[in-house]
């Protein structure tokens, strides 16, 4: 078995995330003589881990955490992106000024 991620529970009942590498040893008949496994702590590799999961998740909700797979949602990005283009701010500017304006996106932009 080679790389693979495990939790070992410790003494005081937490789990420590690790990567588990383990051989087997055989003899000359391929008679298994014994096994020999390695554990490396890889806890900081893990938070690390999270906390690229979690920007990559802000990046792709860069709309003030809204999410939408469906196309009219993803009208509505569109046109917050295009909007923001144009006026030459960010994205969490223009869909506070949606906000704040009242403008129905169903109508769209006018410029």
Known sequence: MKKCRC???CKDGSFL?????TSVLWDENRIVLGVVETLTDISEL????????IFSRQRDA?????VG????????FDMIRKA??????NRV????RIKKYGIDLKKGFSV
């Open 62 to 66: 860069d709309f003030l955490g809204m």
């Open 93 to 96: 500017t223009v869909w506070n």
């Open 17 to 21: 995330p690790v990567l588990k590498n």
């Open 69 to 76: 797979k469906s196309p009219e949602m993803q009208t509505v």
């Open 84 to 89: 923001a283009k144009l006026l030459n701010i």
């Open 46 to 53: 893990t938070r690390l881990d999270e906390k690229v999961h």
């Open 7 to 9: 939790l070992v529970r």
